[in-house]
């Protein structure tokens, strides 16, 4: 007999926080540990994230970027070469001060990001030119401890992520790097993970650590927080002079390189949750769904083995193009199966039974819409490729919608203020000022700058009436 189903209890758009919190447990996502805001991805989660490693190694390979794997330990004296770096990551950092009941000599920082034990190493292997352009990725886990409200996928002490390092012999080049990883990103995001973005470059206030400069690709969620979705830094040469990073340039002389450092993480997983997910569930792009396509056979007495050979010849026939899965457990109804795959967010279902094998067709049920379709046997494996395809642009297509949407001009600041309550991001003018943007914050209830448009307009900044940039604000996790 099979066990009872419950399906997800709260709307999303009631209690947005326990509606994330039960598609995460319910679609089979995640499980929480022992440690403090530590989390396992299940199965499921991990199938998801590999489809998105595959996605990106594709590209990296293209780009002549190989991938490298460095230590999780990294040495107090390293981590604090470079000033303004460690400034900005000292909150987080998680020490290891003992080995057994011996203590260490030196204090061991688990690995809050990669760019001082990598560099390291940099300064050992770049020799002259040749060297260069040295184009490195590794995919590892990182710790960051400071913070007070754990969310699966969003914001967790340790999470999984890829981080991409390289070093150019001019600042043209790592320019052009990081631009071109930022439009990776979002070919990414937008074309693989059906979700809206805007790109641009990060505040002062807001740029990664050490930074000349750092470009973002930003997001809203549908409770009205922002989500970074992705960054890629031009570091300049402030790490090169820190890590003594040098080559012998083409005329003979000693140059200092320029770097960039680039990367996602695991927090895509919890925005695919988050912008296409419904009250029935997960509902999952096409092109990262670990299933693409649930056959589940309607079974019936002395039928069930005609089905069953039926749907494993379907099966086979589409199983080069999709990842399919012929959903043959005992015990369980066709009904909670439905349910089930629509918790687990799989695209697209096809019935079938016996009465569809007498008439040549099976019953096709988009997971976006809910839409029944009937689809004659021989035409499913074109059709599906249509109803896949229309199914990831309809998600891009709400996803642009949603954005559009969530974004309103203030032309001062009470209007400013409305927008923000109101969860959604304001745009308006503004200076870029560390200080400025400390009192936007305070005042606006934790408001920041998400993204600086490369082409903003010019304005007076909304705040302290100084010459700024057009610039979006929000909310974020």
């Known amino acids: 007999m099979a066990e ?10 009631k209690d947005f926080s326990e509606w994330y919190t039960q598609v995460v447990a319910k679609a089979d996502l995640a499980d929480y540990t022992l440690v403090s805001g530590c989390m396992v991805f299940k199965p499921y989660s991990y199938a998801i994230w590999e489809k998105i490693q595959g996605l990106l190694d594709n590209k990296f390979r293209e780009m002549e970027v190989k991938n490298a794997y460095f230590p999780v330990f990294i040495p ?5 070469k470079e000033g303004e770096h460690v400034e900005g990551f000292s909150p987080e950092v998680a020490w290891v001060t003992k080995a057994g009941d011996t203590e260490l000599s030196e204090k061991l920082a688990i690995r809050p990001t990669s760019e001082t034990i990598m560099y390291d190493s940099f300064s050992k292997w770049i020799r002259s030119w040749r060297d260069l352009p040295l184009l490195i990725n590794q995919w590892c886990n990182i710790v960051r401890w400071e913070f007070k409200y754990p969310k699966p996928f969003l914001r967790t002490r340790e999470f999984l992520w890829q981080e991409g390092h390289t070093v150019h012999e001019t600042e043209k080049e790592a320019d052009r790097q990081t631009m071109r990883m930022l439009e990776v990103y979002k070919e990414l995001i937008e074309g693989q993970l059906a979700i809206a973005v805007i790109l641009g470059k990060k505040s ?20 009205g927080k922002c989500l970074q979705m992705g960054t890629s ?6 790490f090169a ?14 140059h200092m390189p320029w770097q960039t450092s680039w990367g996602v993480s695991t927090r895509l997983i919890g925005a695919v949750i988050m912008a296409h997910g419904d009250d029935k569930g997960l509902v999952l792009p096409p092109n990262i769904a670990p299933t693409q396509i649930v056959i589940i056979p309607i079974l019936f007495g002395e ?21 399919v899965l012929v959903d043959d457990r005992d015990g369980y109804t066709p009904g909670w199966k439905f349910n089930e795959w629509e918790m687990k967010g799989v695209p697209l279902r096809i019935e079938i039974g016996p009465k569809d094998i007498e008439k040549g067709h099976a019953i096709a ?16 494996k074109e059709r599906c490729t249509e109803l896949l395809a229309e199914i990831q642009e309809k998600l891009l297509k709400n996803s642009r919608k949603a954005l559009d949407d969530g974004i309103e001009d203030a032309k001062n600041w009470k209007e400013f203020l409305k927008i923000i309550e109101s969860r959604k991001i304001a745009r308006a003018f503004f200076c870029g000022r560390k200080e400025c943007e400390a009192r936007v914050k305070e005042e606006s209830k934790g408001a920041t700058s998400r993204v600086i448009p490369f082409e903003a307009e010019q304005g007076l900044c909304v705040k302290c009436g100084e ?9 974020s996790y």
């Not at 002079?241 to 000693?254: E, W």
């Not at 049920?365 to 499913?380: A, P, Q």
Request: charged share 35%; proline share 2%; glycine share 8%.
């Open 303 to 323: 039928s069930r083995d005609a089905v069953l050979k039926k749907c494993k010849e379907l099966q086979s026939s589409i199983k080069k193009k999709f990842s």
């Open 241 to 254: 002079k820190a890590f003594g990073i040098s080559f012998l340039g083409k005329d003979g002389n000693s």
């Open 76 to 80: 107090e004296s390293l981590l604090k």
């Open 204 to 223: 002062e206030a807001e740029k990664f650590a050490g930074a000349l400069y750092t470009t973002t690709l930003e997001s809203l969620m549908p409770d």
């Open 4 to 13: 009872k189903q419950v399906g997800i209890t709260v709307p999303k758009e």
């Open 467 to 475: 010459k700024g940039l057009k610039t979006y604000f929000g909310r």
């Open 365 to 380: 049920v988009r997971r976006d819409t809910g839409e029944k379709e009937t689809i004659k046997l021989e035409k499913l």
């Open 233 to 238: 830094h031009n570091l300049g040469q402030n």
